[in-house]
């Protein structure tokens, strides 16, 4: 009897392995914006990358179903930055790193809680060798970026980590 009575008491919750912690019966969309290039340094490409990252995160941790208007939480924002600096210097006096930093500012309102509304910037870095051109790894570059970004927006809506 004691048994019993302890395992009634006791309640038994699963964790989520995708990381979201979301409330299917009050949130069931989500509407993403186009986040169009905005900073003074553009690779076309980079607009898509980022934009089919963060809709694919979307997708594959989430039962959200996307719409284009009236989400129940909504992403927009723009790409701020792409801008690189010379991370270290060789012997010889030349730059031997180069640092390539994008910049995301993003905002985010939830319909069903607008206290967990926000207006935020998110920004992810990488390094290059100097000997090598940026257009030779800027793709590869990019979508490592776009990837991370996409991971603290996901976290910082949906995951509330």
């Given at each position: 009897m004691l048994m019993a009575l302890t395992l009634a008491a006791c309640q038994i919750e699963f964790y989520k392995f995708?990381?979201?912690?979301?409330?299917?019966?009050?949130?069931?969309?989500?509407q993403i914006d186009n986040?169009?290039?905005?900073?003074a340094y553009v690779w076309a490409p980079m607009q898509s990358i980022f934009q089919n990252k963060l809709t694919d995160i979307f997708a594959s941790q989430t039962k959200l179903r996307q719409v284009k208007r009236n989400g129940d939480l909504q992403l927009s924002g723009e790409i701020t930055g792409f801008d690189q600096f010379n991370k270290g210097i060789s012997s010889d006096g030349y730059s031997s790193q180069v640092q390539l930093r994008m910049t995301v500012n993003?905002?985010?309102v939830n319909n069903a809680n607008h206290k967990e509304d926000f207006?935020?910037?998110?920004?992810?870095t990488t390094e290059y060798d100097a000997t090598q051109q940026l257009t030779a790894v800027q793709e590869e570059l990019v979508?490592?970026?776009?990837?991370?970004?996409?991971?603290?927006i996901f976290n910082s809506t949906v995951a509330n980590w």
């Open positions: 995708n990381g979201a912690s979301i409330d299917y019966t009050k949130t069931k969309t989500i986040f169009p290039l905005r900073s993003v905002r985010f207006e935020r910037q998110f920004s992810a979508t490592q970026m776009s990837k991370d970004i996409t991971d603290q």
